[in-house]
C-alpha cells in the first residue's frame, strides 16, 4: 500500500508540472523527492501525455503540404495566430508559449530522472539503468530537435555561431545558461542521441517507449537536417538493421477515414504533435481545415495506393469536389484528431535512398525505392523506380518523401535545408482573401519568434526580422 499511494502521488507531481517564471517557464515538480527507484523512474518515463503528444505544430502550419480555402481560413475556428503563421507574417508568434513550455517541461523530467539514476545505487540491475538513462537521453534530445526547427536558423556553415536554444542538463530552474548557438544545440542533441544508442536495449515492449532502433532512427533525421549526409546514412542503415518491416498497403481498407492501425508494424517511435484548435486539426467525421496541395495530389499515380490511403477527396456539401483531405495518419486512434510525427521504417528507407544517391551510390538508392514503393502500389502495378543518374534519382527520391512523409510534421524542416541547394529552393505563395503572401526562399521568417512571455521572463534576445 505504501508504494501504491507513493506511485499515485508520483504520477499527481508529474502531471501537475505547469508554467510559471523563469526562462522556461518550468516550475520545479515535486515529483524529485518520490524519485527513489528504478520503478520510480520508468513511472515517470511511461507518462505518455508528457513524452508523447504536445510536440511543436507551428513550422507545420507555416509549410506548403496544405492550403486553405477562404471560407476556411475566414472561419472562426482559425486562431489569429495561426492565420499570421499561415500568412508568414513578420511578427507571427504565440501569445501563449504552450508549445516552447510543453517541450521544456519534457527536457526537465528528463533531466530529474536522469539525476536520480546517478543516485541509485542499484548496482544488481546495471542493465535496468541503463535502459533508463539511454530513454531519458533520447527524450531528452527528442524534445529539443523540434524547437531548433522553428526558433534557431538552419544548422550549416554560416549559422554555427547564430543564436541557439537553452541547453538545460540539471533540472534546476535557477540554471540559466543563455542561448548558446546552433552548433552548441544540434552537438547537444547528437551527443544524447549517441549516447542513448550504446545504452538503450534494441526493442521495447511499445513504441511510445524509446529504444536503440528509435534512437538511431531519430540520429538520421537529426544528421538530415544538418545536411550531414554520410552520419545520415550510417544511422538510417544501423537503425534499418534492427527494424525494417513494412507495411503492405495492399492489406489496408482503401475507402476508410482512418486507414492506419495505431502503433503499426513500421512505427519505431511513437509521438504526436500539438493539433489543439489548430488549422491542421485533422477530422475523422467533419471536413478537414486542410486542404492538401494539389501539386502533391497529382504526382501521385492512379495505381498508387496512397492516393486513396494518405489522402481522400472532399465530397461532403457545401465543399467542392476536387479537394482532397489528408486521412493518412499513423497515429491511428479512433477519433484522435492528432497528427503523427514519431519515427517510421518508411522515413529510415527514404533517408537512406536520399543519403546513397547523394553519395554517388545510385543502384543502392534504386533499391531502397524499389523495396519501399512496391508496398504502396496495388499489386501486379508498381512500374519500378527507374532513374537515369544520380541526379535524377536525388530528385525523384525527394519527390517521393513529400509525397510518403505528407503531414509528419517534417516539410519545414525539408524546405530550411533544400532551399539553401538552389535545385530545390522553393519560393512559397498563398493567395487568402484576394491577397497574395510570399515566402522566399531562405528568408528570415523560416526562423519564428520566440514566444514573448518566455522573451520577457527569461531576458533572452528575440530572433531578428
Not at 520508468?42 to 501525455?49: A, G, K, P, W
Not at 536520480?116 to 529539443?144: C, H, M, W
Request: one cysteine or more; a neutral charge; glycine letters at 4%.
Amino acid at each position: 500500500m505504501k508504494n501504491y499511494i507513493k506511485y499515485i502521488l508520483l504520477i499527481v507531481c508529474v502531471l501537475t508540472a505547469t508554467a510559471c517564471q523563469k526562462y522556461v517557464d518550468i516550475k520545479k515538480s515535486g515529483s524529485q523527492s518520490f524519485i527513489e527507484t528504478t520503478k520510480d523512474c520508468q513511472l515517470i518515463l511511461d507518462n505518455y501525455d508528457l513524452f508523447n503528444i504536445n510536440y511543436p505544430i507551428d513550422g507545420e502550419i507555416a509549410a506548403d503540404d496544405y492550403y486553405l480555402d477562404d471560407n476556411r481560413y475566414n472561419s472562426d475556428a482559425i486562431t489569429l495566430e495561426d492565420k499570421a503563421l499561415y500568412t508568414w507574417q513578420p511578427n507571427a508568434i504565440r501569445a501563449a508559449s504552450t508549445q516552447w513550455v510543453a517541450s521544456y517541461n519534457k527536457i526537465y523530467h528528463c533531466n530529474l530522472v536522469l539525476e536520480a539514476l546517478e543516485k541509485i545505487k542499484d548496482t544488481d540491475q546495471p542493465a535496468v539503468i541503463n535502459n533508463l538513462q539511454g530513454s531519458a537521453l533520447f527524450l531528452r534530445a527528442y524534445a529539443l530537435w523540434p524547437l531548433a526547427q522553428v526558433y534557431i536558423k538552419p544548422y550549416g556553415a554560416a549559422t554555427m555561431q547564430e543564436p541557439g536554444l537553452p541547453i538545460h542538463k540539471r533540472s534546476d530552474i535557477n540554471d540559466v545558461p543563455g542561448r548558446g548557438t546552433v552548433k552548441e544545440t544540434y552537438d547537444a542533441i547528437v551527443d544524447d542521441l549517441t549516447r542513448a544508442a550504446g545504452l538503450l536495449n534494441n526493442t521495447s515492449s511499445i513504441s511510445s517507449r524509446p529504444n536503440k532502433a528509435a534512437a538511431l532512427a531519430m540520429l538520421a533525421r537529426v544528421y538530415l537536417s544538418m545536411e550531414d549526409y554520410p552520419n545520415a546514412l550510417s544511422a538510417a542503415d544501423a537503425a534499418l538493421k534492427l527494424k525494417s518491416g513494412l507495411l503492405d498497403y495492399n492489406t489496408l481498407e482503401l475507402g476508410s477515414y482512418n486507414p492506419f492501425p495505431r502503433f503499426n508494424k513500421e512505427v519505431i517511435f511513437h509521438s504526436v504533435i500539438d493539433y489543439q484548435n489548430s488549422v491542421l486539426e485533422v477530422g475523422f467525421g467533419d471536413e478537414n481545415k486542410a486542404l492538401i496541395d494539389p501539386v502533391i495530389i497529382s504526382a501521385y499515380q492512379n495505381d498508387d495506393l496512397r492516393k486513396q490511403l494518405l489522402v481522400k477527396e472532399n465530397l461532403d456539401v457545401p465543399v467542392p469536389s476536387g479537394t482532397y483531405r489528408f486521412v493518412g495518419n499513423y497515429e491511428g486512434a479512433v477519433g484522435s484528431s492528432a497528427l503523427f510525427n514519431g519515427l517510421a521504417v518508411n522515413e529510415l528507407y527514404l533517408v537512406r535512398a536520399e543519403c546513397y544517391a547523394r553519395a554517388g551510390q545510385t543502384a543502392n538508392a534504386v533499391n531502397d525505392m524499389n523495396t519501399l514503393l512496391a508496398t504502396r502500389w496495388s499489386t501486379g502495378t508498381y512500374p519500378g523506380f527507374t532513374v537515369s543518374n544520380a541526379t535524377d534519382a536525388l530528385q525523384k527520391i525527394l519527390l517521393e518523401r513529400r509525397k510518403e512523409l505528407l503531414m509528419r510534421g517534417l516539410r519545414w524542416t525539408d524546405l530550411r535545408r533544400l532551399n539553401k541547394d538552389t535545385r530545390f529552393a522553393k519560393n512559397l505563395s498563398r493567395t487568402v482573401n484576394g491577397t497574395v503572401y510570399s515566402l522566399p526562399a531562405n528568408d528570415a521568417r523560416y526562423t519564428l519568434l520566440i514566444p514573448q512571455e518566455v522573451i520577457t521572463n527569461s531576458k533572452l534576445a528575440q530572433n531578428i526580422r
